[in-house]
């Protein structure tokens, strides 16, 4: 087959001890803890989850510094655990859920708050105050081989070096596995996929200049600038 322009690169994540993880989609789940899901205005009894999506070129490396983004005047910051997939499937059982992961990494959901909250109230998509260019910042993948799969443990933001957000992943209101399993009804999922696990209360601005400290007890730290 010949393809007429050449074809788009595969955005990959570096692994921690060598290669790069190869991504295909990305999917974030929203509110997935009881007291951001209160800060946003929401009752954070067990509904069920729901999804939106990034590109999968939104990925942004640790250590780089990005451009404020475009259109935006609040710009936030909301920290997660992000999950890397080796493995596919539909109507996967959470039991068998975790057979499909590959590694963890901690990664920031950058958004256009004030976009979003216009698409809020206008009922429009979220696709441009969540899916922009270099909106999914992450650190190196820690394989599970190596890590095993975090259920507990602390999860951090720092800016400048201040806390902003503090957590711990036993708050998750949906964990890893029931949110595989539940996401999987929805999509094929594939090798490549990444999820965004929702993040702790305690989101707020990221301003020109910031520098920003992402943690997840057990993985590489993620860190990069906006300039
Ligand atoms: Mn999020």
């Not at 393809?3 to 929203?30: N, Q, S």
């Not at 609040?74 to 493995?87: P, S, T």
């Not at 057979?99 to 979220?126: E, F, I």
């Not at 800016?159 to 029931?178: K, S």
Request: charged share 20%; net charge neutral; proline share 8%.
């Amino acid at each position: 087959m010949a393809l007429v322009i050449a074809a788009p690169v595969i955005p990959t994540i570096a692994v921690v001890g060598g290669g790069e993880f190869p991504v295909r989609r990305i999917y974030c789940v929203g509110r997935n803890y009881a007291a951001h899901a209160r800060e946003m205005g929401h009752d954070p009894n067990r509904e069920e989850p729901f999804f939106f999506t990034k590109p999968a070129d939104a990925v942004f490396p640790s250590g780089g510094t990005m451009p404020y983004p475009s259109r935006t005047s609040d710009l936030h910051h909301e920290i997660e655990l992000v999950v890397a997939l080796k493995a596919g499937g539909s109507d996967v059982s959470a039991a068998k859920a975790l057979d499909l992961v590959y590694g963890y990494c901690v990664g920031v959901d950058l958004t256009r708050r004030d976009l979003q909250n216009v698409a809020k109230k206008m009922q429009r998509p979220w696709d441009l105050s969540k899916g922009f260019d270099r909106s999914a910042p992450v650190s190196p993948i820690s394989p599970a081989a190596k890590v095993g799969h975090p259920a507990k443990g602390a999860i951090w933001l720092k800016i400048n070096g201040a806390d902003r957000q503090t957590g711990d992943l036993a708050d998750m209101i949906w964990n890893v596995p029931d949110t595989i399993a539940y996401l999987s009804q929805f999509v094929a999922l594939a090798p490549g996929d990444l999820i965004f696990t929702g993040t702790p209360e305690g989101v707020g601005p990221v301003n020109r200049g910031d520098r920003l400290h992402g943690h997840v007890d057990g993985l590489a730290d993620l860190t990069f600038t906006v300039a």
